[in-house]
C-alpha cells in the first residue's frame, strides 16, 4: 500500500468498510477518532471551562452526535454505553499507555502560559490515559503546536526546547520504523516527521511512510506543521475535494479553528 502513498487520494481502510452495527461505516476521506477528539478538546477551550467535568462532557457529546469508528473497539463500546460525562468518568478506566491523549492535544498549544498548558494536558489526559506516558505525550504534542504558534524560537531549535521539559525522551533519535499505538512513540515519530519537512503535504506522505499507526502521526504532524508560520500549504485540491464534509467535517473544522485561534488572539 505505501507505494499509493503520493498525497493523490485517500483509500479506504479494509477494517472500517462494513457497518459498525450501529448503522455507520467509515469510507476513504470520512474523519475518525483523531479529529473526532481534537474537536471535542477545541470545542472545550472555546468554552472556557478547562475542567475535568467539562473535558468528559465534551468527549461524549461529541461521540453521541455523530458516532462513527477509527476508536480502539473496547472504547468504542465504551461511548456508546455512556450518557453524559458524569457516567464517563465514573466507568472509565483510565490506565492507558496509548496515543489517544497525545491525539487529541494540538488545539492546547493555544494556551500561552505553559503552566497552564501542562496543567490542561494533564487534565484532559487523566481522563483516559492517567499515566506518564499518556500525560507526557499530551504535553509533548501541546508544546510543539504552542512552540509555533507564540513564535518562541527557529524550528530548529525545537529540540533543545522539548529537551528542557523532557530529558528522558530521545528526540534526537530518527524514527525510522512502524509506529505502535503508544504515546511516546507517537510522539517521537511526529518530532522526526515535523523536523524532516516543511510542506503539509510531506508531512502526511512521511508520516504514512512510517506505517503502523500511521493515521495519529499523520494527525498530529499536520496539525503542528500547519502552527509552523513558514509551512507550505500543498495538499493537493483533488485530496481535499474527497475530504467529509457534513456537520463535522472539512468546513466544520475551518471554522472552530478560526474561533478558537479568536477567543485565544492567535494570528492565523
Known amino acids: 500500500m505505501l507505494s499509493y502513498n503520493d498525497g493523490e487520494k485517500f483509500y479506504d481502510h479494509p477494517t472500517h468498510m462494513t457497518s459498525d452495527g450501529s448503522g455507520n461505516s467509515l469510507r476513504a476521506g470520512q474523519y475518525t477518532d483523531d479529529t473526532q477528539m481534537s474537536i471535542s478538546v477545541a470545542e472545550t477551550l472555546i468554552n472556557g471551562d ?6 468528559a462532557e465534551k468527549f461524549v457529546e461529541c461521540f453521541k452526535r455523530d458516532p462513527r ?8 463500546d465504551f461511548l456508546l454505553e455512556q450518557a ?3 457516567s464517563f468518568m465514573k466507568n472509565i ?21 505553559i503552566s497552564r498548558l501542562k496543567e490542561a494536558c494533564t487534565t484532559q489526559a487523566s481522563l483516559t490515559h492517567n499515566t506518564k506516558f499518556g500525560i507526557d505525550s499530551s504535553i509533548i504534542v501541546a ?16 529540540l533543545d526546547y522539548l529537551k528542557s521539559y523532557f530529558p528522558e525522551y530521545p528526540f534526537e533519535k ?15 515519530a511526529v518530532f522526526t516527521t515535523i523536523m524532516s519537512t516543511n510542506s503539509l503535504n510531506e508531512t502526511m506522505i512521511k508520516s504514512v511512510s512510517f506505517g503502523g499507526d500511521t493515521d495519529s502521526v499523520a494527525s498530529i504532524a499536520c496539525g503542528i506543521q500547519e502552527c509552523y508560520k513558514r509551512h507550505i500549504s500543498d495538499f493537493k485540491q483533488k485530496l481535499l475535494d474527497t475530504c ?3 456537520n463535522y467535517g472539512l468546513e466544520y473544522c475551518e471554522e472552530l479553528e478560526e474561533k ?4 485565544y488572539n492567535i494570528r492565523s
Open 50 to 55: 478547562l475542567s475535568k467535568e467539562a473535558f
Open 69 to 76: 469508528q477509527g476508536y480502539a473497539k473496547g472504547f468504542y
Open 84 to 86: 453524559d460525562g458524569k
Open 93 to 113: 478506566r483510565p490506565d492507558s499507555e496509548k496515543n489517544g491523549a497525545a491525539m487529541r492535544s494540538v488545539p492546547l498549544g493555544v494556551i500561552k502560559n
Open 143 to 158: 508544546l510543539m503546536s504552542n512552540y509555533f504558534l507564540y513564535d518562541r524560537g527557529p524550528k530548529e531549535e525545537l
Open 174 to 188: 530518527k524514527w525510522t520504523k512502524p509506529v505502535p499505538c503508544h504515546g511516546i512513540s507517537t510522539v517521537l
Open 244 to 246: 467529509e464534509q457534513g
Open 260 to 263: 478558537l485561534f479568536s477567543k
